[in-house]
Structures are given as C-alpha cells and as structure tokens.
C-alpha cells in the first residue's frame, strides 16, 4: 500500500490549491480517506474524510464550505480542493487511508495505518 501526495505550494490568501493523493496496492474504493495537516509547532489535525465510495464527507469546521474531499476510482486518487484559502491554512498537508475506520472515527488520525508523505502548502497575507 503506497500513497503519493502531491500539489502543494505557495499562493496568496483568497487562491486555490488541489492537492491529490494517489494510491497503489488496493482500492481507494473501500477504503475510509483522509486528510491531514500539520502547522509548524502544532499537532496533527484532521481536515477532511470520506467514508467509503458514496459515502458522506466529513470536515473540520474551519475548512467547511472552503475544502472539498473527493476520489476517483478510475485514477485510484483521492484529492482535496481548497479555495479560498487562508495564511492559517499553512502546514503540510497529509493524506491516509484505511479499510478498517468505522464511521465514527474518520475524523482521528490514530484509525489511518497508511499515510502519505506530507506536501506543504504555504498561504501568503
């Protein structure tokens, strides 16, 4: 099981970034996904979920109604739209995947036993 996380950058405050992940070694289908990300001296936080394919999405309240999670089964990627993005956006950002999340723990990192490399994303002012 691998994951690829890729298209982070610099932007200004109020642009757009869509940061994908791509799996290899199962089905991105079945599987519970997620993202993360990790301001400098902060902990690890959830940003986004989704349960499963056709399942609801879960996001943070600071990135609701900016964020958009979604996946494509036929790329085996999942990826995170972000819009109208913020300075306190800044961190790297981390995306996970697992068959085994219930429902009621998409949002904790501790569920994801596979784990993308970080890709930054920096939001100027």
């Known amino acids: 099981v691998q994951l690829q996380a890729c298209g982070g950058g610099l932007v200004q405050a109020g642009e757009s970034l869509r940061l994908s992940c791509a799996a290899s070694?199962?089905?991105?289908?079945?599987?519970?996904i997620g993202w993360f990300r990790q301001a400098p001296g902060q902990e690890r936080k959830f940003v986004a979920a989704?349960?499963?394919?056709?399942?609801?999405?879960v996001y943070a309240e600071s990135v609701k109604g900016r964020f958009t999670i979604s996946r494509d089964s036929a790329k085996n990627t999942m990826y995170l739209q972000m819009n109208n993005l913020r300075p306190e956006d800044t961190a790297v950002y981390y995306c996970?995947?697992?068959?085994?999340?219930?429902?009621?723990?998409?949002?904790?990192?501790?569920?994801?036993?596979?784990w993308g490399q970080g890709t930054q994303v920096t939001v100027s002012s």
């Open positions: 989704l349960f499963r394919s056709g399942g609801t999405a």
């Open positions: 996970a995947a697992d068959p085994s999340v219930i429902r009621s723990s998409v949002a904790t990192q501790t569920a994801y036993r596979n």
């Open positions: 070694g199962f089905s991105s289908d079945d599987w519970a």
